[in-house]
């Protein structure tokens, strides 16, 4: 296939999954798999079109944004706002790339394998159902009411994302559900703090991989990067609504039934 049409697929699939709950990465394998797109080359390319996506919640989320910077023309005092904003994501991010830091090379050569990746799906799922059938009654419903015990609990919690399939969505989700955060509080969460966190990912691997980028390339890389940026602003708006009406058990169940799938179209 020309690679050309592999960018806009693999910018498909990354933009409609990084913020669901059903591991960006696991459908990545599978479809750079099958389409024969691998190697160091491969894997510089899929972290690339990380901003794309990065780059569709800093658009649908700019005013949410504005308003971190401390003596902006958008600032406000208290809640998700300012100094008290960046304390919140700085919280929810350190854990995470601190242990990823430190087991970046663990991680990358013993992690990404079949069976991990299977199981980190199929347990996710079943964790998800869990989580809808035991979590707390929800005490928060709006995003300004996050409080600092929050952000540290649901930080600790992303750690487990650290292993390839869990999914950084997911875990940030249920970390906030079970912190008593509304649905919907939960998913925006998740998307806000996902722009650190993938921002320092991408930024870390770029820089280990830099010298696989070539000029040649160029168009390949944006071609990803615009289809998951715009991939992933429709799919962010569509998690959204979705959630006026249903709950996370869809991608539970969803999450289950395609991990043996993934297990044997990547062995």
């Given at each position: 296939m020309n690679e050309s049409w592999i960018a806009v697929i693999l910018g498909i699939v990354l933009g409609l999954t990084e913020y669901l709950p059903v591991s960006s990465a696991g459908h990545l394998i599978v479809v750079?798999?099958?389409?024969?797109?691998?190697?160091?080359?491969?894997?510089?390319?899929?972290?690339?079109?990380?901003?794309?996506?990065?780059?569709?919640?800093?658009?649908?989320?700019?005013?949410?944004?504005?308003?971190?910077?401390?003596?902006?023309?958008?600032?406000?005092?208290?809640?998700?706002?300012?100094?008290?904003?960046?304390?919140l994501l700085a919280l929810t991010t350190f854990p995470a790339v601190v242990l990823g830091a430190i087991f970046h090379h663990v991680i990358k050569t013993y992690l990404f394998n079949p069976f991990i990746v299977a199981a980190a799906l199929g347990l996710g799922g079943v964790a998800i159902l869990i989580a809808e059938a035991y979590k707390p009654p929800p005490k928060v419903e709006e995003i300004d009411e996050v409080?600092?015990?929050?952000?540290?609990?649901?930080?600790?919690?992303?750690?487990?994302?650290?292993?390839?399939?869990?999914?950084?969505?997911?875990?940030?989700?249920?970390?906030?559900?079970?912190?008593g955060l509304d649905r919907k509080v939960a998913a925006e969460y998740s998307f806000l703090a996902a722009v650190p966190i993938l921002s320092a990912a991408a930024v870390y691997d770029?820089?280990?991989?830099?010298?696989?980028?070539?000029l040649s390339d160029l168009?390949?890389?944006?071609?990803?990067?615009?289809?998951?940026?715009?991939?992933?602003?429709?799919?962010?708006?569509g998690f959204l609504a979705m959630l006026q009406r249903w709950s996370f058990v869809p991608f539970g169940y969803y999450r289950i039934i395609i991990a043996p799938i993934i297990y044997f179209l990547m062995r």
């Open positions: 750079a798999t099958a389409l024969d797109f691998t190697g160091p080359r491969a894997t510089c390319f899929q972290v690339f079109i990380q901003i794309g996506a990065i780059s569709a919640v800093l658009v649908l989320y700019r005013e949410r944004f504005f308003r971190l910077i401390p003596e902006g023309p958008f600032r406000k005092d208290g809640g998700f706002n300012g100094w008290r904003g960046l304390t409080e600092y015990t929050h952000a540290i609990r649901i930080g600790l919690i992303q750690c487990l994302a650290l292993c390839p399939g869990v999914s950084r969505s997911a875990s940030t989700i249920l970390g906030g559900l079970f912190c770029l820089y280990k991989n830099w010298h696989l980028l070539q168009s390949l890389f944006i071609t990803g990067l615009v289809v998951s940026f715009i991939s992933a602003s429709l799919a962010v708006r």
